[in-house]
C-alpha cells in the first residue's frame, strides 16, 4: 500500500512547491517585494502557510528557488545570443552588452530582484547577486576570444562602469518612460545601443 501511495505524496508536493513559486512570482511582479511574506504567498497559492515553512522554511526559500528560475531565463537569453567572433576586446565588450541588455529586458523576475538589492542588504540577496554576476562571467568566459589584454588602460574596469549603466537603464525602464530625454522604448533601446558603439571606443580594437 506505502508502495502506491508515496508516488501521489511526491506530486502533490511537487505540485504544491511549484504553486507556491509560482504565486511568489507574481507577488513580486505586481506587488513587489514589501509583499512578499509567509502570508501573502500562502494566500495567493490557496494553500496552508504551514506548507511554506515545511516546503520552503518560509518566504526566503521561495525567493532562492525564483532567483534560480530568473538565473536559469538570463542563461537561456545569454545562450540564444549570436555565437559571433569577436576580433577584439571592443567587438566583445559591443557583443557582451548587447547580450546582457536583452536578458535583462526579457527577465522581469530579474530586474525586480536587482531593485530589491538596492535598497536591502541580506545575505539572502547578497547571494542572489553573487550567483547573477557567476551568470554572466560564466557566459563571457566561455564566449571570450583568446585576445591579448593590452598594458594600457582598464578594460575591467570600463567593463564594469558600461554593464552598471545598462543595468540601471534596464532597471528605470520598468518605472518611468525614459531617462534623461531618452525613452525606453525599442527605438530608445536602439539609441543606447547606438551610443555603446560611441563609448567603446575607449576600449583597445
Not at 506587488?31 to 490557496?46: R, S, Y
Request: net charge neutral.
Amino acid at each position: 500500500m506505502a508502495e502506491s501511495t508515496q508516488p501521489a505524496r511526491l506530486r502533490d508536493r511537487a505540485s504544491t512547491e511549484r504553486l507556491i513559486v509560482e504565486a511568489g512570482e507574481r507577488i513580486l511582479l505586481r506587488d513587489g517585494f514589501p509583499g512578499l511574506n509567509v502570508q501573502t504567498l500562502a494566500a495567493e497559492a490557496g494553500c496552508d502557510r504551514k506548507l511554506v515553512y515545511r516546503y520552503f522554511e518560509g518566504a526566503d526559500g521561495v525567493v532562492d528557488r525564483i532567483a534560480a528560475r530568473a538565473h536559469a531565463g538570463l542563461v537561456r537569453t545569454l545562450d540564444a545570443a549570436p555565437a559571433e567572433e569577436a576580433a577584439s576586446l571592443r567587438a566583445f565588450a559591443r557583443l557582451s552588452l548587447a547580450a546582457w541588455i536583452a536578458a535583462l529586458r526579457a527577465s522581469p523576475l530579474t530586474l525586480r530582484l536587482m531593485a530589491w538589492a538596492l535598497v536591502e542588504s541580506s545575505p539572502l540577496l547578497n547571494r542572489i547577486e553573487d550567483q547573477r554576476a557567476a551568470v554572466l562571467q560564466a557566459w563571457m568566459r566561455e564566449r571570450r576570444p583568446r585576445l591579448r589584454v593590452p598594458p594600457e588602460g582598464d578594460p575591467v574596469a570600463l567593463n564594469a562602469v558600461l554593464l552598471a549603466a545598462v543595468q540601471h537603464l534596464a532597471l528605470s525602464a520598468g518605472s518611468r518612460p525614459g531617462v534623461g530625454g531618452v525613452a525606453l522604448d525599442d527605438a530608445g533601446w536602439a539609441r543606447i545601443e547606438a551610443a555603446l558603439d560611441q563609448l567603446l571606443v575607449a576600449f583597445p580594437d
